[in-house]
């Protein structure tokens, strides 16, 4: 059950942290799709119905990786068509907070004293708004109680309610005030969770950096900069069994940085599939993502036919807003030797666009960390990214200076604007004419380590860190 970077990294974490000899266990809601996948359980809790929260047990079993799962086996709340937020016609379900709430609930209860498990843990690491009340259950818990660590993924979603849920989900009422939950009125489960864990994390340092201010902040910045002695920016990984160009079984031919010619049998694969004109001498800029202004593809679409007139080639696979799925769309049926949109996800492609695109281009307003920057590097597919967030921290802009160095990786822009990104689409373009400089900048991001050791490693020095506090 998997949405955007929250669930790359929900499966790949935990394994590097078991990985480093950590006794780990992952906590997941029993939503309809995981009780269908799971083929070995058996119960280990019953969780008898309260005023608060209805009849629930706990299975135990095993992800592929070996990591030993925990589901929250709830019908009432988890069992149902749709997402794991919305409904399938695309609204909020409204029980949503007791819904998280009743995941935070049973989170913190694992790490205190009322465990219904002989296994209790000294830490609790929740991820977003979803596990944001984790830490205040733990404030209020039974002793001994685990430390708490909450990883801010996006701040923009904050998992905002109405003031009567603090009530309903069972909390005492002095924690509705500033210092607690309450949030300009309301509850905050984001909020609640910043205020009072023991520590705060982010998923790239750079992102760390920017929420402190009131420009990414959104409206948490001041809380964000009084806790900035446990604010930690770790940098996510990425999947590197996964996402390989040596052995993907989704491509059509693979390749590794000493045999990059055959890169082009994927470019021929692409258009092919894609319908787009074989055209050896354009570059092919490829985006694979949600169709948001976040991710600056508003911009895109305000310069498309400059882009194009460069010329090139643009293939784009994602879903988000109506409009701008609706622009891609039109532009794509306008103009079908040029440009393909294709809406929706299709996990193939998108592993086909990474390694068949020349570029990539993810040119976002804000970016907490992202992931499809990394692959690409990996792909030997440039990126062109934005100086946000994690994209700043893994992305080195090409220049005379970095390619003599070997230190450039992609093209990076400052300005957050439709000229500033087509500027450097232009640069881009020129830049990939000179086949002897692009193979080097090529090898350059295949030659990057993006791997989860390095950031598990750091992880598992906190979660020792605050467990000894505890």
């Known amino acids: 059950m998997k949405t955007g970077g929250l669930g790359d990294v929900s499966a790949a974490l935990p394994a590097a942290i078991k990985a480093l000899g950590l006794d780990i266990r992952l906590l997941l809601p029993g939503?309809?799709?995981?009780?269908?996948?799971?083929?070995?359980?058996?119960?280990?809790?019953?969780?008898?119905?309260?005023?608060?929260?209805?009849?629930?047990?706990?299975?135990?079993?095993e992800l592929d990786s070996g990591v030993p799962l925990l589901v929250l086996d709830c019908p009432e709340l988890y069992d149902r068509d749709g997402g794991p937020y919305q409904t399938e016609a695309g609204s909020d379900w409204s029980d949503n907070a007791l819904r998280f709430g009743m995941l935070s609930h049973v989170a913190a209860l694992l790490g205190s004293g009322a465990s219904p498990l002989a296994w209790r843990a000294q830490l609790i690491h929740g991820n977003d708004w979803q596990t944001g009340l984790a830490p205040v259950y733990l404030r209020y818990a039974r002793e001994p109680r685990a430390a708490s660590l909450l990883t801010v993924h996006n701040l923009a979603f904050q998992g905002i309610f109405e003031a009567e849920s603090v009530t309903a989900l069972g909390l005492p009422a002095d924690c509705f005030s500033p210092d607690g939950v309450e949030y300009y009125g309301k509850l905050s489960f984001l909020k609640g969770g910043l205020q009072l864990a023991d520590a705060i994390g982010t998923v790239s340092p750079g992102y760390a950096r920017e929420i402190q201010g009131e420009a990414l902040g959104f409206g948490l910045?001041?809380?964000?900069?009084?806790?900035?002695?446990?604010?930690?920016?770790?940098?996510?990984?990425?999947?590197?069994?996964?996402?390989?160009?040596?052995?993907?079984?989704?491509?059509?031919?693979?390749?590794?940085?000493?045999?990059?010619?055959?890169?082009?049998?994927?470019?021929?694969?692409?258009?092919?599939?894609?319908?787009?004109?074989?055209?050896?001498?354009?570059?092919?800029?490829?985006?694979?993502?949600?169709?948001?202004?976040?991710?600056?593809?508003?911009?895109?679409?305000?310069i498309a036919p400059q882009l194009l007139a460069l010329p090139a080639q643009l293939v784009l696979l994602g879903g988000g807003d109506a409009k701008l799925e609706r622009g891609f769309a039109e532009l794509a049926r306008s103009r079908p030797s040029e440009v393909s949109a294709t809406i929706g996800f299709d996990e193939a492609l998108a592993h086909l666009i990474e390694a068949g695109a020349d570029m990539f281009l993810m040119p976002s307003r804000f970016e907490p960390c992202g992931?499809?920057?990394?692959?690409?590097?990996?792909?030997?597919?440039?990126?062109?990214?934005?100086?946000?967030?994690?994209?700043?921290?893994?992305?080195?802009?090409?220049?005379?200076?970095t390619l003599a160095d070997g230190s450039a990786t992609g093209f990076v822009f400052h300005e957050p604007s439709a000229a500033a990104l087509l500027a450097t689409l232009e640069r881009a373009s020129a830049a990939w004419h000179d086949q002897a400089s692009w193979r080097a900048l090529q090898r350059n991001g295949m030659a990057r380590d993006f791997g989860w050791q390095a950031s598990a490693r750091r992880y598992a020095d906190l979660y020792a860190q605050l467990a000894g506090a505890s």
């Open 221 to 302: 910045h001041g809380l964000l900069s009084a806790r900035k002695h446990c604010l930690y920016g770790i940098l996510n990984g990425i999947d590197t069994a996964l996402w390989n160009p040596a052995t993907d079984p989704l491509i059509e031919s693979r390749y590794a940085a000493n045999t990059l010619a055959a890169k082009a049998d994927n470019k021929r694969a692409l258009r092919r599939r894609l319908g787009l004109a074989p055209a050896p001498e354009l570059p092919l800029f490829g985006v694979v993502s949600r169709l948001t202004e976040q991710k600056g593809l508003d911009w895109l679409l305000e």
């Open 31 to 61: 939503y309809r799709q995981v009780l269908a996948w799971l083929r070995e359980r058996r119960e280990i809790a019953q969780l008898p119905a309260t005023a608060t929260f209805p009849r629930a047990r706990l299975l135990e079993a």
């Open 371 to 401: 992931m499809n920057q990394m692959y690409s590097q990996r792909y030997g597919t440039p990126p062109l990214v934005r100086a946000t967030g994690g994209l700043a921290d893994t992305v080195t802009d090409c220049s005379p200076a």
